[in-house]
């Protein structure tokens, strides 16, 4: 299992330690450079000191050095070079090159006036730099008359590297272990960072794991101070849990509700039977038994049946098999399956077709079971001679079946935002064994199963309006709704 915390370090860390070592190479060679500038015009400052000394006379050239003011070109162990040319022929040598007599400084051809710098390797053995001046002696005001050209000359100083390799090494050390230093107290931080960043995350964690949808309030709540990330999720949970809790709730009721209406037609059962064990010659009894256990029977029979369809249409488990019906033909094939419970149904319920006599492509079973429970209920609830507007319309988006009945007694609006819940039934209906509150809860699940959309209002205190609306089918080639 990954880690978001782990994740967060490693990747700021990862982030944090590119751009360090990208900063730091640049301080490096920075740096490198820096000291190589300066070395060089360490160099450039000795070759023109040494060209200051060379002095033109009536006699001839002459280089006026001494040893003393530049020790470094002695006879030491860590001596620097230097070797003067005029022409083709050596002028001067230093004395730490008395003893290399067959060893002579790089010479270059360059223009008049100009210099190079070289890596070399000493008479001694020893890596070093070189800088190789090709110059004209400069010639004293006072002997310019006399004197109108004088010959250039070469002058080579080679100096050794090993100081500055030394120093390099130190300074690439230091920045090295200064980066690896910075890098782990930046892990540090950053792992101290985030888990102080994701101590409110933690904490709504923590409260998760107090969470009882039993219990009526949400404890996900913060005395704390609020974040912008976290308050979305914390406002998703609480809805979460409430909806838990409804669900709770709703299954408690079913439960209690389906032993409810169990319960009676099981006493029945039960009562039938110990009077027909104590009185089994009485004909008023052992006549109707048998009539009215499958009576009762058929009554819990009508109620598991309702149940197992309710618990399908919730669980999507019904195959959708979408055909062309025709919803004229449907109704009148509905409405004579009712005609055996309701004899006045046809004068009752006025249909106002203002749909075109067309086919829809519909899953039969789905709008079959829709209307018949529709058509019951609004028939069982509303007088027994009242009328009940049946209207049908259709536009580009689809079409709408609407059901309106007066009511028997008024409904609240507490009852009405119940009406769809399972086994959910009015007080003065619930000694009723016929009805069982299972109706409308079967027809709200099987049409969002279908994508219908099923709604309802009262329209007036003693008056309601079933609605329901079939959206076109957008794919007509295939029989899969």
Known sequence: MKSLTTNLANTMTYVVSAILILVFFAIDISIDNWVDAEFDNALTDKSNY??????????????????????????????????????????????????????????????????????????????????????????????????????PMWLTIAITTEDLSQISVIIDSTLGIGLLLVIVLIRWAVIKV??????????????????????????????????????????????????????????????ADIAHELKTPISELISLSEIYIRYPDDERIGGSYKQDVLSISLRMKTIVNNLLLLQQASSESINLHCQPININDLMS?????????????????????????????????????????????????????SMIPIRLTSDSQGLVISIEN????CINANDLERLTLPLFQAEQSRSNSDRHGLGLAIVENVAKLNGFIFSFELVLTDKIMFTLHIPVKADRETGLC
Do not use: C
Not at 361 to 380: G, V
């Open 406 to 409: 007066q009511l028997l007694t």
């Open 50 to 151: 040494l060209k200051t000394l060379v002095k033109v006379t009536p006699k001839g050239t002459e280089f006026d050095f001494s040893g003393e003011f530049m020790p470094e070109f002695g006879s030491s162990t860590k001596a620097s070079f230097f070797q003067l040319w005029q022409g083709s022929n050596v002028f001067e040598r230093s004395e730490s090159l008395t003893q290399y007599s067959d060893a002579n400084l790089l010479k270059k051809d360059i223009p008049l006036n100009s210099a190079v710098f070289a890596d070399v390797v000493l008479p001694d053995g020893r890596d070093g730099r070189a800088m190789v001046s090709y110059f004209e002696p400069q010639i004293p005001k006072a002997n310019r008359a006399m004197i109108s050209k004088v010959e």
């Open 333 to 385: 094939r509905v409405i004579d399956e009712l005609a055996f419970k309701y004899s006045a149904i046809h004068a009752r319920l006025m249909i106002d077709n203002r749909a075109a006599d067309k086919n829809y492509l519909i899953d039969e079973f789905s709008l079959h079971l829709i209307l018949t429970n529709l058509f019951d209920n609004a028939l069982y609830y509303s007088p027994a001679k």
């Open 194 to 255: 985030i888990y102080r960043g994701l101590t409110p995350l933690n904490e709504l964690n923590m409260s998760l794991k107090t969470v009882n949808v039993n219990e009526k309030h949400i404890p996900l709540s913060s005395d704390s101070e609020r974040y912008l990330e976290i308050e979305p999720i914390r406002t998703e949970l609480n809805k979460f849990v409430k909806i838990s809790q409804q669900y709770l709730q709703t299954e408690k009721r079913i439960t």
